[in-house]
């Protein structure tokens, strides 16, 4: 299923291989059991650039058209959708901590973003083919035969001039990319692969039970049975991943925990993941178009008939605590009550 993909890109934690291809085909698949989990149409054309947010799993795409675009594999359509650019998107990398995200584009501008309120923080003159963060926070980014390392000095996402490395010959850089625990950066250019040193990019403390630089061939296998056990599931991806086991707290002014903008949202949530389910094809007519439709308003009046029914209930028990106020009122004051 796929055909020409262009970039690739693994998720350790839940197994899954995604891809993009030319025709802007988003492809998951889950390389332990073989399932595509996902596939999803962006819609916008041409895309050659794709990085993982080490964070929350969530697929980062870069457009032509400016725009950049996270996905999952159960929703059909982005989580997020940013103009970030005035022209094609060129490069984006993703901070380990999640909540940064920088981007370059072909008008000549690399920008830091805040993820958590979806915020332009810094904007600097400049291009940049390909960036990465590292483990401990240095971005590199590499146009042309270039490569720089920014490093954030005073903590508050303002990233300076570091270090700067020239190709010999006039080698292009094509993508660059950090070892980790080890102050080492890759660079893959038009004549091969090489590597240069960034004192202070790796993480020096590192827990074995979770990365273990020097663990040996049994090691390896045993952690390898290990990730397969405690595979994530693909519905665990979501923007905060910190929501997954917490409690739904109840809201002020709503007597059973939602209000009415809660249920419309979860609502037009659930009407688009069944406008999005993907239907097997049945035979003797059965796929049929009119068929098809009639198929997709079911399943759409199937997911609003629980939250039509609690609208109802609320309107009915609003209705029932009006009339017993009436009741406890004498007959000359009961005009007075609020409908």
Known sequence: ERVSPLKVQFLTNHLILASINKFGQLHFQDISTGEMVGHHRT?????????????NSVIGLGH??????????????????????????????????????????VDRKIKLWDLRKFEVLRTYSGHAKTMDFSQ?????????????????EAGNQDYRFYMKH????????????????????GLGHSMGISSILVPGSGEPN????????????????????????????PEMIMLNPTKIGSVKRKRKGSDNGFNKQELEAEMAEAVADAKSMRRSKKTKGRSKPSKVEKKKKEAISEAKRPFLEKQIEE????????????MDLPVALQRFVRK
């Not at 594999?73 to 901070?95: D, E, Q, R, W, Y």
């Not at 401990?136 to 954030?152: E, F, I, P, Y």
């Not at 020239?166 to 950066?185: A, I, S």
């Not at 630089?213 to 397969?228: N, S």
Request: proline fraction near 5%; charged fraction near 25%.
């Open 43 to 55: 819609g916008l054309g041409h895309c050659d650039v794709m990085k993982v947010n080490p964070f």
């Open 64 to 105: 032509t058209c400016g725009k950049v675009t996270m996905w999952n594999p159960n929703n059909g359509t982005p989580l997020v959708k940013m103009l970030c650019h005035h022209g094609p998107v060129s490069s984006i990398a993703f901070h380990r901590g999640g909540h940064l995200m920088a981007t370059a584009g």
């Open 136 to 152: 401990k926070g240095l971005l590199a980014l590499a146009g042309g035969s270039l490569v720089q390392v920014w490093r954030d």
């Open 166 to 185: 020239r190709m010999v010959k006039g080698f292009q850089v094509g993508d660059l990319l950090f070892q980790p625990y080890e102050d080492v950066l």
């Open 206 to 233: 590192f827990d074995t039970f979770v990365a273990n630089p020097f663990e040996t061939t049994r090691q390896q296998r045993e952690r390898e049975v290990h990730q397969l056990l405690d595979k994530l599931q």
């Open 315 to 326: 309107e009915r028990s609003k209705k029932q605590k009006i009339e017993k106020k009436q």
